[in-house]
DNA sequence: CGTTTCACG
DNA sequence: GACGTACGTGAAACGT
């Protein structure tokens, strides 16, 4: 092969070796076909993909190690001595590593007696030489002394550029003095030996006071710590030794010219061929769409390629055990939607209906907001494959985006009047079953038409009570994950953004071939999923807790809450004005006019144009500026202060008081929000369109807000919340006898934990004390770390850690809980509630450390906010049915998470209030008896603020 | 479309 | 010893 003699321009060098360790440790175990595992050829290959995509770069190569044994070994026997084999699964992938990169056409270049850093090093140094510059793929530490004039690195995991800051970040030391303070510090991992006591930090601060380690070894007798000066000099030898070791070699005779390494245009088809043998099907289709008429050349002689699962399934649920057990993937069953325009066909598919006991339906509007939403269409699934759409709204093409001036004209379709009637009895009748994907919505669709659905299962809530965390519970997600189908996505047959045109105007045939797949692919999903649930035990959760939940929370969103529109206008106008008068002052202050709103722009003020102290600290580059940063600056300048008080207005004004007058319903005078019920892991609801969780309390001008949430007249709002739940339920779940006698006697939680863990008295207590001691108990919660109980309480780590372990002597029994709910999670994948729910944590058996501690704290959180979730599902589900067997007409309106609203009218809130309290304090019985008691605190008032 | 910030429990 | 930090959410604004 010989390269047209171009001067190189941009060289790309990929680590090779390195990527495969780290695909390997990242992505989730996979296997091809014949069993070979796979997964880090997979990252190999979406990396190299990626990289030749998007990269500018006119000579490119992958670079090997060639052996373990290199002529460092020569230098120091001990180097690299204590790594341990590579993992098996990891040694055929080696191979087919370098295959990959033979296919991507892509120069790959090794030599033994070296490793793959020392020719990156020698190659760099060549193209430097010849004038190009130089991108190394790699975060590998040990190539970051290449860094800087002309060569920079690439991590193309995280996807961000290292260059002399990211190295100096690392270090503490520029590119070129990186090799010395590696000499200093040594490497565990490689066992280069480097000086004993000595670590990143000290070595870098002896390379900046120094300049570099000649220098420092000859002057050590002037350093004044004993114990380090005494270690340089019996080490000095072995520093030198170890500066060796890391130094890269950059003038290896390399096998292959920098020339040689030029950019070549890949064969689509060998390509196609290597990837479909590995069974990588994602990237295969990708590119195939890139390269239409790539046929696949054989590549390896081995079966189809079959489920090399798509990454998104391969999860801790097993996803090929799911795949086996499809009744009938789609793919092999033939399709037959029909379009339903005659009374007689409506009427056969009713019949069809009634006689299978068991109907998957979906509708399709002219809104996702259910309460405006009007109907266009229905879709009816009666078998795999067998389904309908039912056209009621639809319009002529030409009439959705302009005038209907041509009068184009409606399809033919059967009246609305005429379908409803001929559904209402199928979609009421008991003995026919109703399955729907996010069925609460299609509920209040009908609703909204005097129709009552029931029975219902929804898939979407059958999935999320089976695998909660593990992923989606969209329909094209578990249509991809369980069927390895992809389904029509709605954009493609609506359009999107400007394009869109709303489903009425979507013809005929392509509303049909989408909406009958919905219900098909529904129907299959139910016959996947409900026997499962059986199966694995989590029929209670999903029979006593969601499925009843779904018209509750249906008619909760209905009802929606009155908000004082001129009130919010007023409040818009003032917070409006306030904050140009901040702007004006932030612009004196800052000695000039920039976006307030801008992090970036902020961050440059700050930091470089009026010099405060604190700095960089995001991956990004970026300065942070966020509030707890802003109240740091604060005591310095004046400006951080003014910044604080102008955000604060700024998103109370545009999320709060605009964004709310905007969501006022125009039929209903009121605001509807949607709890999305599969939205949360741990099982917590959550609100959105608008969210009514996250209305201000905790400051006075947010308060005014939530003053403008406020009752019809002659009615009152009545606020119920479970006081401290979470921390009930970790004294129940981990059975903390201290605390769980606290509250039996009532006893003010935060100062009693205080008492104990401070062995301070409750009587006069310092409140700051008590404030600390509410922390720890929020982090106890949180699943505790040092770090985080810190910068809650803006004291050192080790202060945090101390308090933590004060909190463990006197609480022992908090510890076991966290051990074995972590040992549970990582023997099964996730983590259960007192009433059964399940949270999966995919994550907790990540490679990466910090990963791994995020998910083990989530491990110990989940169980105790889901448990919270589960009694505050189950008196919801009770309350209605409660209130009405008693005569009131109290409506729920909202929830929030601990916190239940009602609209009571003022002849009854006496009546009300005991009743509220008892069926919440008692939501847990008949199948938990908790060890403490739950304490539901009421309050009422015209608005939602003081209600509280 | 991802990041940053901030509102809530 | 590295990882990069308290758990769970949603919305708005900025800037690529």
């Known amino acids: 092969m010989s390269e047209s003699p171009v001067a190189p321009r941009h060289v790309y060098l990929v680590d090779g070796s390195g990527f495969i360790f780290r695909a390997f440790h990242a992505l989730p175990p996979l296997n091809r076909a014949d069993g070979t595992p796979v997964n880090a050829v997979l990252g190999f290959s979406n990396m190299l993909y990626k990289l030749v995509g998007e990269t500018d770069a006119d000579h490119i190569a992958v670079i090997f190690d060639a052996s373990r044994i290199t002529f460092r070994n020569r230098l120091y026997d001990q180097y690299k001595a204590q790594r341990p084999e590579a993992p098996p699964e990891l040694i055929p992938q080696f191979r087919i590593v370098r295959e990959a990169t033979e296919a991507f056409n892509i120069a790959q270049v090794e030599m033994v007696d070296y490793e793959a850093d020392d020719l990156i090093a020698t190659y760099a140094r060549l193209a430097r030489a010849a004038g190009a510059i130089v991108t190394i793929v790699s975060s590998d530490k040990d190539l970051m002394q290449l860094v800087g004039d002309g060569v920079a690195m690439y991590d193309p995991l995280k996807q961000r550029a290292i260059g002399p800051d990211e190295v100096r970040e690392k270090f503490g030391v520029g590119p070129e003095q990186v090799v010395d303070v590696q000499a200093l510090c040594g490497d565990s991992v490689d066992n280069v030996p480097g000086v004993p006591g000595i670590g990143v930090k000290t070595a870098a601060e002896l390379i900046n006071t120094y300049g570099d380690l000649e220098t420092l070894l000859s002057r050590a007798p002037e350093i004044k710590q004993p114990k ?401 940063i802003l109240e740091d600056l604060a005591q310095t300048h004046d400006l951080p202060r003014r910044v604080l008080d102008w955000r604060q207005l700024a998103k109370l004004k545009s999320t709060y008081a605009d964004a709310l007058v905007e969501q006022i319903n125009p039929k209903t005078g009121r605001v509807h929000t949607s709890y999305s019920l599969a939205g949360a892991a741990t099982g917590r609801l959550a609100s959105t369109d608008p969210n009514l969780q996250n209305i201000p309390v905790r400051t006075e001008e947010g308060r005014k807000i939530r003053r403008a949430f406020v009752s019809e007249p002659g009615h009152v709002l009545m606020s119920a919340d479970y006081s401290q739940i979470e921390l009930r339920l970790a004294a129940h779940v981990a059975g903390i006898e201290a605390l769980k006698q606290a509250f039996r006697n009532g006893d003010d939680i935060h100062a009693m934990t205080a008492s104990q863990v401070f062995g301070v008295p409750v009587e006069g207590m310092d409140p700051m004390v008590r404030r600390r001691a509410k922390a720890i108990n929020f982090g106890i919660i949180y699943g505790i770390s040092g770090f985080g109980l810190a910068q809650q309480l803006s004291i050192t780590p080790a202060e945090a850690s101390e308090f933590i372990k004060a909190y463990f002597q006197r609480f022992p029994e908090i510890r076991n809980y966290m051990d074995e709910t972590k040992a549970f999670c990582r023997e099964h994948g996730y983590v259960k509630t007192i009433f059964g729910r399940k949270c999966h944590l995919p994550g907790i058996k990540d490679s990466n450390p910090a990963r791994r501690a995020f998910s083990e704290r989530a491990a110990i959180n989940a169980p105790l906010q889901g448990a919270a979730a589960d009694i505050i599902k189950r008196a919801m589900i009770r309350l209605p049915a409660r209130l009405a067997a008693e005569g009131l007409k109290a409506r729920m309106l909202l929830q929030v998470h601990d916190e239940l609203v009602f609209e009571v009218p003022e002849s009854e809130t006496e009546r009300t209030i005991p009743v509220l309290k008892e069926v919440m304090e008692g939501a847990c019985a008949p199948v938990i008896e908790l060890s403490v008691p739950l304490v539901v605190e009421v309050g009422q008032a015209h608005s939602w603020d003081e209600a509280h």
Request: aromatic letters at 6%.
């Open 228 to 628: 380090r000066r005494q270690s340089l000099i019996d080490f000095a030898e072995q520093a030198r030794i170890s500066r060796a070791l890391v130094e890269l070699k950059s003038d290896v005779e390399v096998p292959v010219p920098l020339a040689d390494l030029g950019l070549r245009p890949s064969d689509p088809g060998k390509l196609l061929g290597f990837l479909q043998a590995q069974g990588f099907r994602q990237l295969a289709s990708r590119v195939q769409t890139r390269h239409p008429g790539a046929v696949p050349t054989a590549a390896a002689p081995m079966a189809a390629p079959s489920e090399a699962a798509p990454s998104a399934a391969s999860s801790s649920v097993a996803p090929v055990a799911i795949a086996s057990d499809t009744p009938q993937p789609p793919a092999q069953v033939e399709k037959r939607y029909e379009l339903v325009q005659t009374e007689a066909d409506l009427d056969r598919w009713i019949a069809r209906a009634e006689a299978e006991g068991v109907v998957a339906f979906d509708t399709e509007t002219n809104s996702l907001d259910a309460v405006l939403a009007e109907l266009v269409g229905i879709s009816l699934a009666v078998a795999p494959g067998e389904a309908c759409y039912i056209p009621v709204g639809h319009v002529g093409e030409a009439a959705a985006g302009e005038l209907n001036l041509s009068g184009a004209e409606r399809p033919p379709q059967i009246p609305l009047d005429t379908v409803l009637a001929r559904l209402k009895p199928l979609l009421e009748a008991p003995a026919v079953l109703k399955v729907g994907h996010n069925a609460k919505y299609d509920i209040q669709i009908f609703r909204s038409y005097g129709i009552e659905v029931a029975p219902v299962d929804c898939t979407m809530l059958l999935a999320n009570t089976l695998e909660a965390g593990a992923h989606g519970m969209g329909m094209d997600e578990l249509a991809l994950i369980y069927f390895d189908y992809e389904t029509i996505k709605y954009k493609d047959v609506a359009g999107s953004g400007k394009s869109h045109k709303g489903f009425a105007a979507v013809p005929l045939e392509a509303a049909r071939d989408y909406a009958a797949e919905d219900a098909d692919i529904t129907l299959r999903l139910h016959r996947l999923l409900k026997p499962r649930v059986g199966r694995e035990r989590m029929a209670t959760v999903y029979e006593t807790i969601e499925r009843p939940l779904m018209p509750v929370v249906a008619a909760m969103e209905r009802a929606g809450i009155k908000v004082d529109r001129a009130e919010l206008l007023r409040l818009s106008a003032d917070f409006g004005e306030r904050m140009v008068d901040y702007e004006k002052e932030i612009h004196v202050l800052a000695g000039g006019p920039f976006n307030i709103g801008s992090p970036k722009q902020l961050g440059e003020v700050l930091f470089e144009k009026l010099g405060l102290p604190g700095g960089k600290k995001g991956k990004n580059g970026a300065y942070g500026t966020d509030a707890g």
